[in-house]
């Protein structure tokens, strides 16, 4: 099979596509023909090597895969070769023509689902669920404000916000295209949050007061522009950390939590209860089941293109969920 290899820690480059064995499912497992695996931000941090626990290259990355059960491993029957899934590979292994996956952590999806939406549902939509519902505790009429509101977690979030209540979503986005997308999902108001005042038009937007909820992901300056715009009693969600290496809290950052009795929430999805990651994976589908979730895949990459597939994400050039199609041609050279 063809698989995308990390040769060693470093930039987009040290992805290669290369030949391998095809694997063969263990006891509990079941071996999956991949059609889409989603990439994730976080993917970009453990490339570069910054990601505690992560595997010693060379390794396959990738942790989100739909496709087709091609082979069962014994002990394994509540699923069958031929179902269509999604899963979640804690040994990664996603970026690959084939994928070995433990059977609790695969779930059947319809038949009318296609592949690049299941797994663009797979952990940003419950991330974006229980990041609304379990880490920021949204209380109905508050206001919520969103950062990279077009992107795979943000397009949710801004949907799920107003099923749950909120008051207000406000948006940040860095052009008008992803601004205009995030307004079409539901949101109240936009801000450019490519410009340093963002956190003045929140302010603008809720009469002086600030948003209840912020969602924080960037670190560094993100840090403290997202902190001017949380409202006294507010709650600011961390949930992402790309400049974390260099965010600290000032003295006058901790004396307006303290004075202001504002909260700071670490949060992450996988650290939460099974039982949790599970429900809210259930609510999820059952939401897309009901056409209440709109779905946002944005680019697709081919399998030996995933090297591009990073450069644009780091760069912001996408929207919604970035997808790898193992079985799609790259693109021709322009």
């Not at 038949?111 to 939406?117: G, I, R, Y």
């Not at 997308?181 to 490519?194: N, Y």
């Amino acid at each position: 099979m063809k698989a995308m290899r990390l040769l060693r820690f470093g930039g987009p480059e040290e992805l290669r596509l290369e030949e391998l064995e095809a694997p063969v499912p263990g006891e509990g497992e079941v071996l999956i023909q991949v059609h889409a695996a989603g990439l994730n931000y976080a993917e970009l941090l453990q490339r570069a090597g910054h990601v505690p626990g992560a595997p010693n290259p060379p390794f396959t990355p990738g942790y989100e895969a739909a496709g087709i059960i091609s082979a069962v491993g014994s002990g394994v029957s509540r699923l069958q070769k031929g179902a269509r899934v999604v899963a979640m590979l804690p040994a990664q292994g996603a970026f690959a023509e084939l994928a070995v996956a433990p059977a609790p952590l695969v779930t059947p999806i319809p038949d009318d689902l296609p592949f690049e939406k299941a797994v663009a549902l797979l952990s940003q939509a419950p991330a974006a669920l229980a990041g609304l519902r379990v880490a920021a505790r949204l209380r109905e009429g508050e206001t919520v404000f969103i950062p990279a509101a077009a992107g795979g977690v943000g397009s949710f979030m801004v949907q799920l916000a107003k099923q749950l209540g909120a008051g207000r979503v406000i948006a940040g986005a860095s052009t008008e295209e992803k601004r205009a997308l995030a307004r079409r999902l539901g949101a109240d108001g936009t801000v450019d949050s490519m410009r340093a005042d963002w956190p003045e038009r929140v302010r603008e937007a809720t009469e002086g007061r600030g948003a209840d909820v912020v969602f924080e992901r960037d670190g560094g300056e993100s840090f403290a522009r997202s902190l001017r715009a949380l409202a006294p009693r507010g709650r600011m969600v961390v949930f992402g950390a790309d400049s974390m290496f260099s965010t600290s809290v000032s003295s006058e950052q901790f004396t307006q939590l303290l004075f202001q009795n504002q909260s700071l929430v670490g949060f992450a999805l996988p650290a939460l209860p099974p039982e949790v990651q599970g429900e809210t994976l259930r609510d999820v589908f059952a939401l897309v089941a009901r056409g209440k979730l709109e779905v946002v895949v944005g680019q697709t990459f081919a399998l030996r293109e995933l090297a591009d597939a990073h450069r644009a994400l780091a760069q912001r050039k996408t929207s919604g969920k970035v997808v790898i199609l193992p079985n799609t041609p790259a693109r021709a050279a322009t």
